[in-house]
């Protein structure tokens, strides 16, 4: 599925360079191909890695992609 929104690229070319990332899920409505996404719609994304300290510890490599984004913190140990 091709999900359009302008920092998706960016993330994709992340991602595949990054051998810690094993998926990216899109959840929200960018994933719901009923028409509700609108330009303003940002993408909800979940990191599927087999290093999550390396991701949870801190924020630097969100700056990649922008220099504002939202991350929930983990606040519990990770299965």
């Known amino acids: 599925m091709r999900i359009a929104h302008p ?3 960016a993330v994709t ?3 595949r360079k990054t051998d810690d990332i094993h998926a990216l899920v899109i959840t929200g ?3 719901r191909h009923d028409g509700t996404p ?3 719609s940002d993408p909800d994304l979940q ?3 087999r290093n999550p300290k390396r991701f949870t510890a ?3 490599w969100l700056k990649e992609f922008d220099d504002i984004w939202i991350r ?3 606040d519990r140990d990770l299965p």
């Open 7 to 9: 920092k998706m690229p």
């Open 13 to 15: 070319k992340w991602a």
């Open 29 to 31: 409505s960018l994933a």
């Open 38 to 40: 609108d330009q303003f």
């Open 47 to 49: 990191v599927i890695t």
């Open 58 to 60: 801190n924020d630097n």
């Open 72 to 74: 929930f913190p983990l």
